[in-house]
């Protein structure tokens, strides 16, 4: 499962709620960030595999930026990343795509 999530808040954040959020980590810096699911681990940079399903077209992007967590492996995106594979999703569905995996290229 993938969390988006603010280091200032411990909830889960959904993405239609990505728009309050003022929130830009920088995923290459050394700033540690708690796990607001297991509390216990550290984040780190890694990569993780984001599924999104959006009007009948599934699509699977690999190699997502992300903060992963050292103790449950619990993923957090950032939400421009987010916006991005969500606007490709969008476009993946107006091509009557159904299923597709990707991998993902940055910005």
Do not use: H
């Not at 959020?21 to 940079?45: H, N, Q, R, Y």
């Not at 969500?86 to 940055?106: F, M």
């Amino acid at each position: 499962m993938v969390s988006l999530a603010c280091p200032e808040q411990s909830r889960r954040i959904e993405p239609l709620e990505l728009a309050a959020v003022k929130w830009e980590p920088d995923f290459k810096s050394k700033e540690l960030m708690k796990c607001v699911i297991c509390k216990k681990g550290e984040t780190k940079a890694g990569t993780a595999t984001v599924t999104l399903d959006k009007s009948g077209a599934t699509l699977v992007f690999k190699g997502v930026p992300a903060r992963v967590c050292t103790n449950c492996g619990e993923e957090y995106v950032d939400e421009n990343i987010v916006a991005a594979l969500l606007q490709s999703a969008a476009e993946a569905a107006r091509s009557w795509i159904q299923v597709e995996v990707r991998q993902y290229i940055g910005p």
